[in-house]
């Protein structure tokens, strides 16, 4: 459930950097663009992971001697 309500703000953190980032060019505010690569990553990286935990307990519960 923690893994869901996170991934859920990190999706909203990211709306919200993308309302705020209209109008702008990218490396027009170098700190601007480097949050919201900064955020981007750590989304990415949340969503992988948290797929990962749900793909191996999907595989334990088809192989579960393995």
Do not use: C
């Not at 950097?17 to 109008?23: C, I, K």
């Not at 955020?39 to 001697?65: D, F």
Request: glycine share 10%.
């Amino acid at each position: 459930m923690t893994d869901f309500i996170v991934e859920i703000a990190l999706v909203v953190a990211v709306a919200v950097y993308f309302v705020m980032a209209q109008g702008q060019s990218v490396g027009e505010n170098l700190t601007f663009t480097m949050v919201g690569a900064g955020l981007m990553a750590v989304a990415t990286y949340w969503t992988l992971h948290t797929a990962r935990k749900g793909l191996e307990v999907i595989a334990l519960r088809l192989h579960p001697g393995k």
